[in-house]
């Protein structure tokens, strides 16, 4: 559909209507960008868990009816008044976490972005407003967001693979590289093997580890792990006794570096209790239920373990055009992540692959 600057325009869009049930493909009325905001026209998106999450109501500060969607990549359509970072053309992927460089986009994160700073949205639907998921909404064929949240690439990236860029690579990638900052020879665990562990251990191995650990209960996932960098796979099912005492054997001591990139308290105790307890150093990097809480033995933190948490990785606005530019040069291969491209028609056939674990990344396009 061909948009015109400044007017209102109909697309389509997934929309969630309420916790619980399957996105609904709706004809969505987009209103123009106003002053510091740009609208998008998204080329492809992927499927994060945060959208799963969104749909079973368990991920926090999200008002109904919602347009989900935070993984994608597009081309510049139009731009309010202000906008001085990209222009129409231009090909961009989506930040789910703002930076404007003038204050901590953390504050802003954990503030409601379910409609713009104007306390506004640009949706609307069948006479009713819809809301914004993190101010981004990629599962519509044009969006509206701030300027903070985009970042021109280069034009020679691929969007249908870059797509990626706006949340699981970088997550995953700069959990190692930024967050831990894995050392060379060193050991690591990554508990999780869905795309944001696979990027974990892309950074694990770009880093120079020489021991890199997956841990999954799906085998199936194994082969793509010793692709990316993996030197060997477990099924903690296959053992008697707790992982962390399996890797601990596994390597003598503890690994160095340990990575939760699942979701669940339980994983990410196994993940801490897995480390060297004198130098070892686990990364939350997984998103925990909200509400959960953490036990552990303090005594680990006492020897000189240390536990980080990591939001997209540490990866700042200015990374993502250079981790691009990185992938043009084939120095990581996230596309191998993508196992399913699929029309946006069958974007909740998406989420069924995604949750039987039959898929790793699904890309959807032809809106």
């Not at 001591?253 to 339980?266: K, L, P, Q, S």
Request: charged share 20%.
């Amino acid at each position: 559909m061909i948009s015109t600057s400044g007017f209102f325009i109909g697309v389509y869009a997934a929309v969630a209507w309420e916790v619980g049930k399957s996105l609904s493909i709706e004809e969505v009325e987009v209103a123009p960008p106003k002053a510091r905001e740009v609208r998008v026209k998204i080329v492809a998106t992927g499927i994060c868990g945060t959208d799963d999450h969104v749909l079973k109501g368990s991920f926090p500060n999200v008002d109904f009816p919602v347009i989900p969607g935070h993984e994608g990549a597009g081309i510049v359509e139009s731009v309010g008044e202000g906008v001085t970072c990209v222009k129409p053309g231009d090909k961009v992927i989506p930040l789910c976490l703002p930076q404007c460089g003038e204050c901590s986009f953390l504050s802003l994160h954990f503030s409601s972005q379910n409609l713009m700073p104007d306390k506004t949205s640009r949706f609307t639907c069948k006479g009713k407003q819809v809301y914004h998921f993190l101010w981004i909404s990629t599962f519509s064929e044009y969006t509206v967001m701030p300027d903070s949240t985009v970042v021109r690439i280069d034009d020679a990236a691929p969007l249908d693979k870059v797509c990626l860029f706006g949340c699981g690579f970088p997550t995953g990638y700069g959990a190692a590289v930024n967050t831990a900052k894995v050392a060379p020879g060193s050991t690591c665990a990554v508990f999780g093997l869905g795309g944001v562990g696979l990027s974990v251990i892309m950074g694990c191995e770009a880093s120079g580890a020489s021991q890199i650990i997956g841990i999954d209960i799906n085998k199936d996932k194994f082969a793509t792990a010793k692709d990316l960098g993996a030197t060997e796979c477990i099924n903690p099912q296959d053992f008697e006794k707790p992982i962390q005492e399996v890797l601990v054997e596994m390597t003598g001591h503890g690994v160095d570096y340990a990575f939760e990139a699942i979701g669940r308290v339980d994983t990410l105790t196994a993940a801490l209790a897995s480390c060297h307890r004198g130098s070892g150093v686990c990364v939350m990097v997984g998103e925990p239920p909200p509400g959960s809480q953490l036990s552990f033995d303090p005594m680990m933190l006492f020897t000189g373990l240390t536990l980080k948490g990591s939001i997209l990785g540490g990866v700042e606005r200015n990374s993502i055009p250079k981790l691009v530019t990185g992938y043009l040069q084939k120095k990581f291969k996230p596309d191998v992540l993508i196992t399913h491209n699929l029309p946006f028609s069958e974007i909740n056939e998406g989420f069924e692959l995604l949750r039987a674990g039959k898929s790793i990344k699904n890309i959807f396009i032809d809106f």
